[in-house]
């Protein structure tokens, strides 16, 4: 049972019970007989307005303050809380001065100076967080140069898609101490995650819980932090958009293997860290000429090519490699040809096996 639902009922009671009562006071002194009629009608119209109007004036309101307190970082809303309460401060020294102005100033003056006072202090406060909390942190005492890189690289958020979670690199990836920063998960990509484990295709479901497995490796690995929130973003149910839109927000890049959501993001000025792009850039650059040795496993399309794969994945299409099927053979490089889907390799057989 939803909350609107609730509020609505309650809202149609009210109301509807407040109408009739007006009904039936305006009845005795303004309207001849029947009064049924009119405090029939007045009724109805209450319990209309209830259930229309109510959840407007309760619900609606709270979930928007709650979306927008989501949204807002630590350090602004530590800010707003800091600037307010210096206003309130400083209003509370100004009311009694203001009181003692004669009527009708002394009544109005000092709860418009609260006001004031109250909206400049919040609104200092915000636009000089950064120089105020510098100022903290600047008489705070000094750690190692290499801790407080690390401070810094900790208060950044990368949003995590659910795809880079259920491909499992990450894992392997947050080992290496190259992702800097908080890895922040939405609750709303968890119940994806949840959604494909629970899924009735075997496959699907087996994805969705070895995501399920390196979420808690993640937890786990000490070298970087998980968040999990509870932010989410209202108007929208795609997951992809939701992520955007966070990243927009939040200022942070989006973690992810997902091509679409790469584009949608780069279209929108959203940074991207794409695991796939990461792949392909720590791959082994080979030159033409150099020397390697390649275990032939097929044959290729043109006649007498064999195919073999280096432990990166890379393709090594070998000339007359045919003859050498599941045999590790020393090749050389003759080419490397960098296409869409990764690095591919075209070599030739050495004269002399090592």
């Keep these: 049972m939803s909350s609107d639902f609730v509020v609505r009922i309650i809202g149609m009671l009210v109301l509807g019970t407040f109408a009739a009562y007006m009904g039936t006071s305006l009845g005795e002194s303004l309207f001849p007989e029947p009064r049924i009629i009119y405090i029939s009608v007045l009724s109805m119209l209450g319990v209309l307005a209830g259930l229309v109007l109510t959840p407007y004036l309760t619900t609606r309101p709270v979930r928007a303050l709650r979306a927008l307190l989501a949204r807002v970082d630590a350090q602004t809303l530590a800010a707003s809380l800091i600037g307010l309460i210096v206003g309130l401060i400083i209003a509370a020294l100004l009311a009694f001065p203001l009181s003692l ?26 636009m000089r967080q950064n120089d105020i909390f510098a100022v903290f942190r600047d008489h705070l005492p000094r750690r190692r140069s290499n801790e407080e890189g690390d401070e810094e690289m900790t208060g950044r958020k990368i949003l995590v898609d659910t795809s880079v979670i259920i491909d499992g690199r990450i894992a392997d990836i947050a080992r290496t101490g190259f992702l800097a920063g908080t890895l922040l998960i939405p609750r709303f990509v968890l119940n994806e995650l949840q959604y494909i484990a629970d899924s ?143 690095r591919m390799i075209f070599a030739r057989t050495e004269s002399k096996s090592r």
């Design 200 to 342: 009735a295709d075997s496959l699907r479901r087996q994805r969705g819980r070895r995501g399920m497995e390196v979420l808690s490796q993640l937890q786990e690995e000490p070298t970087v932090p998980v968040q999990i929130s509870d932010i989410d973003v209202e108007g929208t149910r795609e997951v992809d958009d939701k992520l955007v839109i966070l990243a927009r927000q939040l200022k942070c890049p989006v973690l992810t293997n997902d091509y679409n959501l790469n584009r949608i993001a780069e279209l929108q000025g959203v940074p991207v860290l794409n695991v796939n792009e990461l792949a392909n850039a720590v791959k082994a650059v080979l030159l033409p000429g150099e020397s390697l040795k390649v275990d032939i496993i097929q044959e290729g399309k043109e006649i007498g090519q064999g195919v073999g794969y280096l432990d990166d994945g890379t393709m090594v299409v070998v000339e007359d490699g045919s003859t050498r099927l599941h045999k590790e053979t020393y090749v050389t490089v003759t080419k490397v040809l960098q296409t869409a889907a990764g």
């Design 101 to 126: 102005l004669p009527p009708p100033f002394g009544e109005v003056l000092p709860f418009i100076g609260v006001m004031i006072v109250s909206y400049f202090g919040v609104a200092v406060f915000v």
